[in-house]
């Protein structure tokens, strides 16, 4: 008896630990089939360079602020608007700013 309740306990805790690590994960299919990052970097990058940058950002916000529903999912602080951290946690990467000295 003690032994089963040992396995039990042990698989709870597994689980107990699992479970949060999978939910935090990004770029997967999520629920109702949404895109996850590896497919918007995939339909936004039309140079194919692996990255999200330039005219491609321009037209990942344009679409984000027409409200696509693929895209809300990116909005991680849930503000209304992407972020350069958002748009690169899709594995592309925000064109840089250039400084005027």
Partial sequence: MKRILSILTIAALSLAFALPA?????GK???AGKKG????LASYDK???GKIDGTEVDALKKD??????ELKALDTNND????????AA????QKKKKKNK
Avoid: H, R, W, Y
Wanted: glycine share 22%.
């Fill in 80 to 87: 209304g608007s992407l972020s350069d951290e958002e748009i």
């Fill in 64 to 69: 984000f602020a027409a409200g696509k529903p």
């Fill in 90 to 93: 899709t594995g592309g990467k």
């Fill in 22 to 26: 999978q939910a935090g994960k990004v």
């Fill in 37 to 40: 990052g590896a497919d918007i």
């Fill in 47 to 49: 140079d194919a360079n």
């Fill in 29 to 31: 299919v999520g629920k």
